[in-house]
């Protein structure tokens, strides 16, 4: 992996630190905002430097496929817990039902990760611990939020497109079995994206509360990146990478 290159431009922000794709979707009439917020989060990706765009810049071997298998796991583990932690502060009878069959999903997926680790001897995540950022941005942040509305933009926008990117990134890298499961928690993340459009559009009426799912979308951004410059870092203190690039001050 080469160091990243600190000449690659960083996306543009707006005075209230807003990338400028996501402040024009806030500008947007109504009825386009959602369309515009995700390709505001589709231009912010794109303007990242290479070795900051995806996780997966590397060949994988058996190693770091654990690795992965378990961070993923652990991914989905604690979605489960933190959208069901949501239900009993979600007083929209849609919403509800909807992210119920999320919990559904997201357990599932835990559940046949669980069981690619168990074929590699691996049958319990007790002995695994994610980095700090991890645990910022999955155990702090995304059960935060003051409503359904930032709940939801935060982890059914920016979370579940960056989940569903990245397993289209590495599944040609898998061995048949693992992605086999992945194939088979594809539509599910589909699914979850469709929920996040539909609140949205439903919920998300006023400039007030645009302004408010913009900048949860654009913490969650900020946050993923940090979340994949950790799981470099791992990789790297395995041997299982080169060292990146220090982190600027």
Do not use: K
Not at 7 to 21: F, R, V, Y
Not at 22 to 31: C, G, M, N, S, T
Not at 105 to 127: F, T, V
């Amino acid at each position: 992996m080469r160091p990243t290159d600190r000449s690659d431009p960083a996306p543009t922000t707006g005075p209230d630190g807003i990338p400028d794709g996501l402040a024009r979707a806030v500008a947007a009439a109504p009825e386009d905002f959602y369309d515009d917020l995700v390709t505001g989060l589709a231009r912010a990706r794109a303007d990242l430097p290479a070795d900051e765009a995806t996780f997966f810049n590397r060949p994988m071997g058996e190693r770091e496929l654990v690795e992965w298998l378990c961070f993923q796991a652990w991914y989905e583990q604690q979605a489960a817990i933190f959208i069901g932690g949501w239900l009993a502060r979600t007083p929209e009878d849609d919403a509800f039902t909807l992210l119920a069959r999320q919990i559904r999903d997201e357990a599932r997926h835990y559940q046949l990760l669980m069981r690619a680790l168990d074929r590699r001897g691996i049958s319990s995540l007790d002995r695994w611990r994610p980095e700090p950022e991890w645990q910022e941005w999955v155990v702090g942040w995304y059960p935060s939020g003051d409503d359904t509305l930032e709940r939801v933009a935060a982890h059914n926008i920016t979370g579940e497109i960056g989940a569903r990117d990245a397993m289209l990134a590495v599944s040609p890298r898998l061995p048949v079995d693992v992605a086999g499961a992945v194939a088979r928690i594809l539509p599910d993340e589909e699914f979850h994206l469709r929920l996040g459009a539909t609140i949205v559009r439903r919920y998300c009426v006023t400039d007030e509360a645009r302004q408010r799912v913009a900048a949860r979308v654009r913490h969650t951004f900020e946050l993923e990146q940090a979340g994949r410059a950790a799981y470099n870092r791992r990789m790297a203190r395995l041997g299982l990478a080169d060292d990146p690039a220090p982190a600027s001050v």
